[in-house]
């Protein structure tokens, strides 16, 4: 069972031996965050990833990016029932292949700004568009539960008290103690991780060899 907002405030002022003047619960909130962007940061793990799908229409070269996207992992491209996945390229590229008045599913995208993306070949007619992302961590609060509060909670905690003796400038031992602990979990949970992602692939679909990319004038 997924420990409790409450409850995880408990222990961390238990492990401190200070109360609630000292290590308040919007403090200790900024301590959960903190660690929560910075196992983000490190880890790609199941519980950011998220996709988006909308479809091309014809002739346009833009498609809007989810609002929520931090950082994109890939572009697939879906008709009928064949998914290819785009391959990423620099604007210049795109700009070049789409001066030559190509059209057809497009093979190549690249960012355009922080709203946007741009694929080449223009679209001769509408496709789906699923854009596969990462996004910001959920933060754990008294009303919401999340993946490392309920999977890696001991994690989670080690960090937030690495965090915490920090801010007491307590003894440097429990500072070390705890920022170890919670370093070599942090470790232990990328390579967790890594070897899902790899199962993961085989079932996905991700291309495992360099494909090559064909001159826009060829």
Known sequence: MAITHANFLTQVRNYTEVDSNVLSDTLIDEFIRSVELDVAGKVDYDDLRKYSTSTFTANNRFVSLPGDLTIM???????????????????????????????????????WDDSNIIVAPTPDQAYTIQINFITDPKHFTSTNSTFLSTYQESMLLHGVLSEAFRFLKG?????KLYETKYNEEVQNFALQQMGRRRRAEYDDGVPRIKIPSPSPNS
Do not use: C, L
Not at 81 to 87: I, K, L, P, V
Not at 171 to 175: A, L, R, V
């Open 73 to 111: 992992r890939s572009v697939e491209v879906i008709d009928g029932s064949t998914r290819t996945f785009a391959q990423r390229r620099d604007t210049s590229f795109i700009s070049e292949y789409n001066n030559s008045g190509a059209t057809g599913k497009p093979e190549y995208w690249a960012n």
């Open 171 to 175: 003894p440097q031992d429990m500072y």
